[in-house]
């Protein structure tokens, strides 16, 4: 069983009469426990894709299946469970709730799969910690740097144990020795949770981090390079 299998993905977006098509066949296999980058230039298609493959958006047509399961074959409210039970999202610009403090922001997904405020509260701040935040617990989004709130986002991520993450240009906004720091941080705690991965990055020092590289291109995704012996692991 593969983590993801994505077959023959099609994906356009209308606009009054014009339309525009942005995957156009996409085929893409991750194994279970495989972190692979994608790489590609502006407007290529790779948070369409992303979003594709966390349900958050629908494929005019092709196959979709997470952990085996036929997405389309999903009742809407299914769907909404694996979303929330097995992906960890870290959005292209963090999506942080700006009224709600560090550890609150952490702990939505777990307040949402109904756990107490105590036990989210211990479990958020666990989080917090690994993510070298623990004296920023009560600090909310404005008053933090964009290092702090991605690694805030990276937190939330990872709180329910997913069994997916699907990153979404996780060190954008970040330096390159806090975007090393970042990436190195959030490939550990995936490893340490067994989590298959999948990064959109323009950001080749990453590259390491991989266990694969694909690249989007005129609709389509290519592995781009085989894993390297030195790969991370
Ligand atoms: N909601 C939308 N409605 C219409 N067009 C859209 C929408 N979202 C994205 N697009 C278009 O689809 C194409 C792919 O966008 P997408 O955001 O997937 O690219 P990307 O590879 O993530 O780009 P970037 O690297 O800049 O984040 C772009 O041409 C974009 O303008
Ligand atoms: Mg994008």
Redesign the pocket.
């Known amino acids: 069983m593969h983590a993801i299998a994505a077959i023959d993905i099609h994906k356009s977006?209308r606009?009054g009469a014009t339309v525009?098509p942005?995957l156009t066949g996409v085929d893409f296999r991750v194994e279970p426990g495989e972190s692979v980058f994608l790489v590609?230039?502006?407007?290529?298609?790779?948070?369409?894709?992303l979003s594709i493959l966390g349900c958050l958006l629908t494929a005019d047509s092709g196959r979709l299946e997470i952990f085996g399961q036929d997405v389309n074959r999903l009742t809407a409210r299914s769907r909404s469970e694996l979303r929330l039970r097995k992906i960890g999202f870290v959005f292209?610009r963090f999506n942080l709730i700006q009224g709600l403090t560090a550890i609150d922001n952490v702990a939505v997904p777990l307040r949402l799969c109904g756990w107490s405020a105590g036990r989210a509260w211990r479990r958020a701040a666990e989080l917090l910690d690994a993510v070298g935040l623990a004296d920023q617990a009560r600090a909310r989004p404005g008053c933090m740097s964009a290092g702090q709130c991605q690694r805030v986002a990276i937190a939330r991520s990872l709180v329910l144990q997913p069994e997916l993450i699907l990153a979404?240009?996780p060190t954008a906004s970040l330096d390159a020795d806090s975007g090393q720091e970042v990436m190195a941080l959030f490939r550990s705690l995936i490893r340490q949770q067994g989590v298959t991965a999948v990064v959109?990055t323009?950001d080749p020092r990453i590259f390491v981090y991989a266990d694969r590289v694909c690249e989007?291109a005129d609709g389509q995704v290519r592995s781009r390079e085989q894993p390297s012996e030195s790969g991370g692991r």
């Open positions: 977006y606009r525009t942005v590609g230039p502006s407007g290529s298609g790779k948070s369409t894709l292209q979404d240009e959109v323009h989007m």
